[in-house]
């Protein structure tokens, strides 16, 4: 990989990560007011808040994890080592880079990985 296309890389997940952020705390915020204002709770009834509740905590949560992504993704640009997969240490293809930029894996190793996931149920 150039170092064009590596640049390239970082201020991609630099843009995907601001834009994360500001969602994230945006999120936070509304989660905020909601628990504040009274009259909007007092009209759901309290399953449908706490229903409420967990949508956006799981959300915040599936957030957070592609923060964390885009954070490893980052890091290994700085190190030197993007762009290779974690698991078999081939290189991942520029195409999926380009769909998926904090991706650490090869289509291969995350097909192995999924699969060996949900054959458990
Ligand atoms: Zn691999």
Redesign the pocket.
Known sequence: MTNEQLDQFRIQLEAERASLSKTLAASKESAKGMELDQTRVGRLSRMDALQSQAISQGANRQIAAELEQIRTALERIASGDYGT?V????E?PLIRLEIYPWAD??V??AQRNSSASSSKS
């Open positions: 997969c698991s078999c240490g081939k991942i894996t090869c291969q190793c």
